[in-house]
């Protein structure tokens, strides 16, 4: 199983619309993906590691595969239409991981 990690960072001046990414990008994201996309989680950042300190992400959003190559096999051709909807819901280019689930 691989996990493919989007993270929003929480820079000076992001905006994010919550509401546009789970009404409407996320669902895009699911239907493009279809049957290679094994979960989706999306987490808010809430705080720091400190009381009262802001998150270091605004949002991360985590997609389930079963391989690197089923992630790129469904991802490719939809590539483009998922990064052109970006500018819909924030002014921050996210940062992508790719990781092997190991527990």
């Known amino acids: 199983m691989i996990k493919v990690t989007v993270l929003y960072p ?34 808010q950042g809430l705080g720091g590691t400190e009381p009262g300190s802001p998150p270091a992400y605004v949002v991360i959003c985590h997609l389930l595969f079963d391989s690197v190559e089923a992630y790129q096999e469904a991802f490719g051709p939809h590539a483009q239409a998922i990064v052109d909807d970006v500018p819909n819901y ?11 689930v190991r527990l």
């Open 10 to 43: 929480n820079n000076p001046g992001s905006t994010f619309d919550m509401a546009y990414y789970l009404d409407k990008h996320i669902p895009m994201v699911q239907k493009k993906l279809s049957d290679a996309l094994r979960g989706t989680a999306v987490d």
């Open 90 to 100: 924030t002014n921050t280019p996210p940062i992508v991981q790719v990781s092997a």
